[in-house]
């Protein structure tokens, strides 16, 4: 965890990173629009005990959570909270029904900041005495909360041009017909007045999204309002999933997935034969999260340092510019690569996607992987048709049980990738694996190693397992089922503790967070009856009756004396009896440690339990001051 | 240093049937020798050659025997002469005997070493075994197998060896496979690795051609519970071999200074923003974390206070199905847990539950630390892996796994969610199963193409290549450094060697497997059909068009299949300035570039496409059926090429039509040219022609004359 000097050198770790980011730096500014309305805080499950999980909390929370893993992905990202249909007003425009939620030290539309995030997480508690709730729109009055909210998002995100930022209002309500309570002329002119707002809206870039809240006992129904308010056309809004999940959580699940906003890493051709060759989109959907880059600041301001960089000579000491030849030693000589030259030798294709021909699935080995996979789906945003012929491959591959073998010629590293067609799986909290195709980087053969070979005794058959004892490990194996593992269902326990101090030092809190490492093993669990027994059986069956107590009984044994330790022991009493006969203090007083050789200086060494390595000047020194001198 | 130090010896079998597969075995051997003076300067190497012409071996001064084995060079430490004797190996003309060929080859260990240097010593024989070996003296040939297999043994020698076959009828099974019975002795009487390949492409692979000595990432329990532990040691399976770091290069030593390094060292000095000449020296910098806008300064010392310690230990999670862990969850390089090697207790613990793991198809959850004081924890999931070999304990193979902020849960459209058009239909379907099924890179049992323990990495390859300037054929990306690395040491201006024809095969596909199911391919092609947009900014030509020659072939083919051509497609040719030739109105298309007066290329370019259109019409015509549309077009470009006065053009590419298809079932299509009115285009009609009317008239005829 340094400044990582070697990422700012025109270097191969610096396409690493390049792996690992996504390439698509645009900003994103997103206002996160909250119905405030009496209807949100009503029961949101047809439970009787669900009473307490209302709509309004299933939006709060999911905002909570994406702010947090915003802050996490060191983001540049801006955002800004709203609340419409409110008793009080707290905007801009001063218009009424609207709150912009903030806090301190922050515009409204900007990073979030540890404090946003805390204050949001609480901000339920004291919703009703400070912000309130109230039906905004309400026949014999001209208001129009909705009309006023989106005026308000849109006010928010008038900054920064929509060429470098993508702006979204991300809209949470679980009414579908706003204007329900109205008719009449009114009713059609507000309609008409909001649907131009929100166009107006989206003529400026900025891109509406809805994220409905729905009871299981009524659907929300997209095309009494909203459909027209989005500019959903005919298919489109069958598409547009009507979240009416069964539980809560599977739709708290949903909405959080839903509001990431997809980023591609790249779009690469994906060449299959004799020029045909179609576009797909990458993404990274598995990249390791790391706690994010440090930088170093001056202890006594706590201002950022400058870092400064320059390049010396190491023969002549003189500054010299920033090489642009490098070398490698070879037979003794030195060869000099210009930087030219080096990327022309990691070329070794143009970048796309090579199908070499397909293989079943059983060839993909479980040591066949180096790198986190990366998903592609098709594009035909610029070669027509590309959809069609991906969809029929991932068909015939998925049917036939077949992966791809393709070579990908990044040039990052040129590489052999399986391509292994994922069917679209979906669970009550909507999609689970996206359909598509994982790109599997593939080791060659300079990467694998044969460890297995390393200890091969050319005599001694290795034991197998008897069918006895596969029985035995069998039973086992259906005691300790983790039935429902699901990938991912850790928090990683490091970087949760991470930014959990991080966000208390940055509240000035004192109190450190506690995190619950989930990645423990369920030692109640392992110690049910039933398991033990099994557990038992099997170490029996491998290890014999009284395993433990030879183990203790082998263990005392090298205590006591393995061959090593007793060499050791020997050395040191030497060493002491040796030791005794200098006076080394008196030796040290007068400067005659020198004169010693380094045998007897050992010894000095070797009976006060001191290093023993480096050179002789480290040893005296070590000797003088460990002698206090 | 010296402790990874080792002597290889190898063996090449230089005989008759080996001479077409030499060059690879010269350029992996060099590998070998290049890789070992970058990384084990101090190791030995012997080359020994059998199935030569001569004989050259002590053995056979001493004791005699052992004809046609040349000792090339002795054993002895690496330099750079070694890279010579392996580019031009003499070919042999006689049948090699590998098994004296070994004998010679653990001579020259034993002389060099004695007794010492046990375990460090490695035999490489590269052979096709395809010839007998001669009866011994005494006793039978496995007698003679195991008589050196305990040598061998005693001595601490391994072999590795290669046996490489590509399919060639007509050698002598029962040789053949007495051979291989014979080698596989070894493989169980001594340490020794036999490996098959067929492609010169694998052989590159299959040499490991750098040593190195695997260091354990754990040493300790595998807790299943905390009363039953299995002893595990931990290696890493697989990781990633790097191109070598480079030194920066500095020219400002003098040149008479012999001990000059000319390294350029990089100093980083931290100044503080307010005074930029003020350096702020080491101990009062202070890690700042960022969290959000806010910058968090925590000194090392709070931090280590706080921040996450695990305890050190793998434990186990619990068992669960396999198909719950898909396989593109795997994030990192592999490791492989090993049981504790000569501990028979842990060997049958870790064999018993890697049995029963593959029986019941499960996979164990685990979590892992490997060093105490590691700041992170590893969840990760364990396979098992059966061993196929006698003396190999089984052993369990291990992928991390992403937490759950390690993922992003991307939303994507269903596929049936897509319109109609964008759906393949039922023919289409049968197409691309058809591809699938046909392209196929496990042709039969037991064989694989591009097996990934067997396919070396092309870059490397090339860069060890352009070190050697000898020979100019090389090597991929790591490989390719290495190449040109011994490349330039014998020649610095050396250009970047181009890729190896046995190395594209990683790169590009193999026209042999594709030129074998053409139709599968062509029928492939012929179902769908691409466009590309047109782009909003005029750019160069994009990637995909590929080389300008294949170009046509990508604009889609098909002039029957236009059934299928989906309604969005239509949208796209209504562009006010027309680009190319589309396959919907080529007549009108070539007219509207022709007629584009911005820049000269137009009018050349839409005589190319036109070209090319009307060829790929024809190419993939089906009785005829294309006809209609070909002269429509012919008529076209004739006129086109008469206005712009381009008759040479036209009349070049009309003969050239005729040459390559007159032979053909497409000769009918000539015929009809001439009752069309569509001969070449004479001086008559434009000056620059060089075909007389006469001539012109006479076409096809005439032309099957001139080139009688």
Known sequence: MDLDPEGLFRDDSDSESEFYQEKDFTKEFVVYLVDASPKMFGAAGSDEDEKTDTHFHVAINCISQSLKAQIIGSSYDEVAVCFFNTKEKKNLQDLNGVYVFNVTDRECLDRPTARLIKEFFYVEDTFMSNIGSRYGIVSGSQEN????????????????????????????????????????????????????????????????????????????????????????????????????????????????????????????????????????????????????????????????????????????????????????????????????????????????????????????KDYHNLRPSTFIFPTDEEVVGSTRIFIALHRSMLRLQRFALAFYGSLYRPQLVALVAQDEITGSSGQVEPPGMHMIYLPYSDDIRHVEELHMSADAIAPRATDDQIKKASALLRRIDLKDFSVCQFTNPALQRHYGILQALALGEDEMPDIKDETLPDEEGLSRPGIVRALQEFKISVYGENYDQEEANAAAAKGCGSEASRKRKAMAETAARESASYDWADLAENGKLKDLTVVELKYYLTAHNLPVTGKKEALISRILTHLGK | MARNKEAVVLLLDVGPSMHSVLPEVERVCSMLVQKKLIFGKSDEVGFVLFGTDDTYNELQKEVGGYEHIVVLRNIGVVDGNAVGFLQNLPRGNFPGDFIDAIVVGIDLLIKKFGPTNKGKQRICLITDAKYPIKEPYEGTKEDQVNTISQMMQTHGIRLDCIVIREKLPGADLRVMEENDSLLDQFSRKAIAKIVHVDSPTSLLGALKTRNISPVTVFRGDLELSSTMKIKVWVYKKTSEEKFPTLKKYSGKAHSSDKFATYEVKVDYEYKSMEDPDKVVPPEQRIRGYRYGPQVVPISSAEWEAVKFKPEKGVKLLGFTDASNILRHYYMKDVYIFIPEPGNQKAIVAVSAIARAMKDMNKSAILRCVWRQGQGNVVIGVLRPNISSVDNIPDSFYFNVLPFVEDVREFQFPSFRSFPSSWQPNEQQQEAADNLVKMLDLTPSEGEEVLQPDYTPNPVLEVSYCFTQTVSPTCYDKIRRFYHFLDLKSKQPDADVPPLDRNLRGITEPDPAVFSCHKSVIDNFHKNFELKEKPKKKKSSKRAWRGKPSASSEEEGVDGEASGFQSSNLMKDSSNINVEKIGNLNPVQDFEAMMARRDSSKWVSKAIKEMQNHVSDLLENSYEGDAYSKAIECLLALRKGCILEQEPKEFNRFLLGLYEKWKDTDLANFFELLSSKNITLISQKEAPDSNVTEEDAKNFPVKAELKSQ
């Open chain 1, 145 to 364: 909360s909705l009309y006023n909210a989106l005026w308000v998002a849109q006010a928010l995100l008038r900054k920064g041009s929509s060429k470098s930022v993508s702006k979204r209002i991300l809209l949470f309500t679980n009414e579908d017909d706003p204007f329900g309570s109205i008719t009449g002329a009114t009713k059609t002119d507000m309609i008409r007045m909001t649907l131009q707002r929100a166009k107006d809206a989206q003529d400026l870039g900025i891109s509406i999204e809805l994220l409905p809240l729905s009871r299981p006992d009524e659907g929300f129904n997209v095309s009494i309002f909203y459909a027209e308010l989005l500019g959903l056309e005919g298919d489109e809004i069958s598409h547009f999933l009507p979240s009416a999940g069964e539980k809560l959580e599977d739709m708290t699940d949903q909405l959080r997935k839903r509001m990431f906003k997809k980023r591609k890493v790249k779009t690469i051709r994906f060449s299959i034969a004799n020029g045909i060759c179609i576009e797909v989109n990458t993404y990274a959907l598995i990249r390791s999260t790391s706690p994010g880059s440090i930088m170093w600041l001056d202890s006594i301001t706590n201002l950022p340092l400058k870092t400064e960089r320059s390049f010396v000579c190491a023969d002549t000491g003189a500054l010299v510019e920033e090489p642009r030849i490098y070398f490698h030693p070879y037979k003794n000589e030195i060869i000099k690569f210009s930087t030219d030259e080096l990327s022309k030798i990691k070329k070794v294709s143009n970048g796309q996607l090579h199908l070499l021909g397909f293989k079943p699935l059983d060839c993909l």
